[in-house]
Structure formats: structure tokens, C-alpha cells
């Protein structure tokens, strides 16, 4: 039987190539969303992959969802924690809503999934976690001080999970992307990304989601037993972290 990956954010962006290639690669995929109906019913017709909506920074809703993916489509045997968002702010001018909202969504929001199908993962002796992080989490971003903490947190995280899943066979990793040509990304003002983000990036463009969603796909597989606790760049040579 097909294993069953759960992708948070996974109707677009990064989320949707990377719900799209595991797929592709044999996967069972659920893929959860926020809010964004239209984006979550064209991703279902485009490539048939189910989509279940609730928010990661919900606990409660995250166990009731993740029961209701298992009990459609099986034991959740990876789970990529994708979802995120930014509320870009100078810090003097930071609200501490746009700190909690960032905080709750890109860091609890990781503890608010993995939590409830880390037990089964435990039993059934078998589980794959993947975070997505960010370079911005590696190297800290003027303005990003609530992203920066949070995807920072994130591979605090994953390297202390990954010690204690390890003889369960669980693997935590993370993947700290540099700039991926998203909506995220696309939304910043076309001068500032020519000018400011092209030219630190040493491949000269942005990563494509696709890129992204090969290490995914590596990381959930058997053959990536032996890599634990680990942080993946693929940010085209502009941080070695
Ligand atoms: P997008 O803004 O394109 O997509 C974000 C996805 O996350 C959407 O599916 C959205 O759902 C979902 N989402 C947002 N908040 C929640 C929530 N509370 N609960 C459930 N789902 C939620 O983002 P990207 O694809 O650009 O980014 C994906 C991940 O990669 C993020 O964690 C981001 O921080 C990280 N990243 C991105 C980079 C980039 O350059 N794009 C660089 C480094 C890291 P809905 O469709 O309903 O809104």
C-alpha cells in the first residue's frame, strides 16, 4: 500500500510542488491549506490530490484534521511541515501581532502537527519529518525578526527531535531554501528583487519549487535512513550555513 505524506501549505507555492512530486514518487498525498479556497479546489482538479483546510496554529484543529486525513487515507507516514507566512516589519516598527502571528503559524505551528502523528510514527517504527525552514532562519534578515526567530527555531527543533525519533526510525530534517520564485517572493517590488536579491544570489536567479521538492522527496525516502537532525541550503550558493 502507498504511504501517506501530509504536506502543510500544500495547494500552492513550494507546498504544491512538493505535494505534486511526492505524488509523483508513489505517495498517498494530502495536502492542508489556510484559507485560500479557489487556490485549494484548482490544485484538486490540476493534479487530483486531496486538500483538507485548517490552520497550523490551531492545536486542536490540527489533531482533528490529521485524524480525519488518517482515518480517509491511512497512517501518516511523512509529514513535511511547509506552511508559512511573513509579516515584514523593521522591528521598531514591528506590532506584536505580526511577531505572534509569524510565530504561531512558522514555529508552533510545527509543534501543532508534528505532535499528535509523532506517537504512531513511534509505533509503527517508521517516520519521516520534514521542515521547511529558510536561509533567513540561518543568517537572520533586517525586517524578518519574527520569521528569522521562528525558521531559527525550527532547526533548533529538528535537531532535537531528530535525538529522540532516531530508534524509533524517524528522521527530522530540515531544508532552509533561499529565494524560491513563489508568490512570497514574486510579491516583492520587481526593482528590489533585480537589483537587491538577484545580484546575492551567486547562481544569478531564484530556485524554482521544484528544486526544492526533489530534496523532499530524497529526504522521505528509504534511502535517506541514515540523515537525522540535519539542515539542507538550497539557496544557490548565497549562504553556507
Ligand atoms: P506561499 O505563500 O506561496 O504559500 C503558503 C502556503 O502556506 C499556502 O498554501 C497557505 O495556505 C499555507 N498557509 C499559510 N498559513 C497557514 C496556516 N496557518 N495553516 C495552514 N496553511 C497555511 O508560500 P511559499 O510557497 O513561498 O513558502 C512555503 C514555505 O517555504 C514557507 O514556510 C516559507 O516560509 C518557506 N520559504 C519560502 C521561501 C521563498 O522564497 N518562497 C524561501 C525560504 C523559505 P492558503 O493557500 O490557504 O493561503
Same mark, same amino acid.
Given at each position: 500500500m502507498a504511504k501517506v505524506a501530509l504536506v502543510t501549505g500544500g495547494s500552492r507555492g513550494i507546498g504544491a510542488a512538493i505535494s505534486t512530486a511526492l505524488k509523483d514518487a508513489g505517495y498517498t498525498v494530502a495536502a492542508n491549506y489556510a484559507g485560500n479556497d479557489d487556490a485549494a479546489r484548482a490544485f484538486t482538479e490540476a493534479t487530483g490530490i486531496k486538500t483538507y483546510k485548517w490552520s497550523v496554529a490551531d492545536y486542536d484543529a490540527c489533531a482533528d484534521g490529521i485524524s480525519r486525513v488518517e482515518a480517509e487515507l491511512g497512517p501518516i507516514a511523512v509529514l513535511v511541515n511547509n506552511a508559512g507566512i511573513t509579516r515584514d516589519a523593521m522591528f521598531h516598527k514591528m506590532t506584536p501581532q505580526q511577531w505572534k502571528e509569524v510565530i504561531d503559524t512558522n514555529l508552533s505551528g510545527i509543534f501543532n502537527m508534528t505532535h499528535p502523528v509523532w506517537g504512531g510514527m513511534r509505533d509503527r517504527k517508521f517516520g519521516r519529518i520534514i521542515n521547511i525552514s529558510s536561509v533567513n532562519g540561518q543568517k537572520g534578515q533586517a525586517g524578518q525578526a519574527n520569521y528569522s526567530a521562528a525558521k531559527a527555531g525550527d532547526i533548533g527543533f529538528t535537531r532535537a527531535l531528530a535525538q529522540e525519533g532516531a530508534r524509533a526510525n524517524i528522521t527530522v530534517n530540515a531544508i532552509a531554501p533561499g529565494y524560491i520564485g513563489t508568490e512570497m517572493v514574486r510579491a516583492i517590488d520587481e526593482k528590489v528583487l533585480a537589483e537587491r536579491i538577484i545580484p546575492q544570489i551567486p547562481v544569478g536567479r531564484l530556485g524554482e519549487p521544484e528544486e526544492i521538492a526533489r530534496v523532499v522527496v530524497f529526504l522521505a525516502s528509504?534511502?535517506? *535512513?541514515?540523515?537525522? *537532525?540535519s539542515t539542507i541550503s538550497a539557496n544557490g550558493g548565497q549562504f553556507f550555513g
Open positions: 528509504e534511502d535517506a *535512513g541514515f540523515i537525522t *537532525g
